[in-house]
């Protein structure tokens, strides 16, 4: 298997635009997790999945970000609009089963918000 | 609050060093995991544990449950090793991973 897989890598966009992240999770997960990393605030968790369906949101930050998984194999992070206070690396992971299980990181997108 | 508290924050090491990073929660957990994370930015785990002590390579990994404290041991250290350390816990009754702020590893040559 690939891994997790998401794109873009790096996304470089001004205050205002829409930022779409897409995340293809590892086949046969049943959960998956939207992270953002920061220098100040460190690894936190957005919003996670499981069987397609969010159950935890509480995690993002404000009305202006939305986490979709319209099926197995895919899910989006939508930012619109973008603000510069958004420029993090965010991580998508996926796991098996149980958020206790070991989980599976993808390699990240660096966003950049000018 | 529940916290996860991670020391030190910076660990300067010689190769060959025995390193240990430490890790303290506030209320009970279901699991902890140890994450690596590289330069390069990407994020891989090392070992999940509820009880005991595993052994993965030059790595090991322990957990008090009732002192509510795990550590992280890295035997015969090497550059390579060099890397961010986080601990993340779940908390009893969740499915969430709650954050350390990570150790900072650099192991010289």
């Known amino acids: 298997d690939a891994g997790v897989i998401q794109s873009p890598r790096h996304e470089v966009t001004e205050m205002g635009q829409e930022v779409t992240l897409r995340c293809k999770p590892i086949s046969g997960h049943d959960y998956l997790f939207w992270y953002r990393q920061t220098m100040m605030r460190g690894l936190e968790l957005l919003i996670y999945?499981?069987?397609?369906?969010?159950?935890?949101d509480s995690g993002m930050p404000e009305d202006r970000f939305s986490a979709k998984m319209p099926n197995a194999s895919f899910s989006t992070l939508k930012i619109q609009p973008s603000e510069p206070r958004d420029s993090a690396v965010y991580f998508c992971?996926?796991?098996?089963?149980?958020?206790?299980?070991?989980?599976?990181f993808g390699p990240g997108t660096r966003l950049t918000v000018t | 609050k529940n916290e996860v508290e991670q020391s030190p924050q910076n660990l300067t090491a010689q190769e060959g060093e025995f390193i240990t990073i430490n890790c303290s929660y506030s209320v009970g957990i279901s699991a902890l995991h140890w994450l690596q994370q590289h330069p390069g930015g990407g994020i891989v785990s090392l070992f999940m544990?509820?009880?005991g002590k595993k052994k993965h390579g030059r790595l090991i990994a322990t957990i008090n449950i009732q002192e509510k404290h795990s550590s992280l041991h890295i035997t015969a250290s090497h550059p390579r090793d060099s890397a961010v350390y986080i601990c993340a816990v779940i908390w009893n009754g969740s499915e969430k991973l709650v954050f350390g702020k990570g150790t900072k590893l650099t192991v010289n040559p």
């Open positions: 544990l509820s009880s």
């Open positions: 999945f499981n069987n397609n369906v969010p159950i935890d």
């Open positions: 992971a996926s796991s098996p089963w149980r958020g206790g299980n070991e989980q599976y």
